[in-house]
């Protein structure tokens, strides 16, 4: 298992890679919202979707995080 240090720095580095490729990634808090780029190849897409849905938790948090410093809200 890994460090949630780490597993955060896995989960950055997914929301950057997946943002190269085209994917738009949100939340509804609960879960991850994912949208696909039309060409993007099944295979990728498949791949990214497996290590998204893996650090799901570090990657809703981080989205959480950065729209509360984007607009200014508290928790």
């Known amino acids: 298992m890994s ?3 780490s597993s955060n720095a896995v989960a950055s580095a997914l929301l ?3 943002a190269a490729a085209g994917i738009k990634i ?3 808090g609960d ?3 994912l949208l696909k780029p039309r060409e993007m190849p099944r295979e990728t897409w498949f791949s990214f979707e497996r290590a998204l849905a893996e650090y799901q938790k570090e990657i809703i ?3 959480l995080q950065e729209n509360a410093v984007r607009t ?3 928790s």
């Open 31 to 33: 879960g991850l919202l």
């Open 16 to 18: 950057h890679g997946a």
């Open 61 to 63: 948090r981080i989205i």
């Open 26 to 28: 949100g939340t509804d």
């Open 72 to 74: 200014g809200a508290t």
């Open 3 to 5: 460090s949630p240090t």
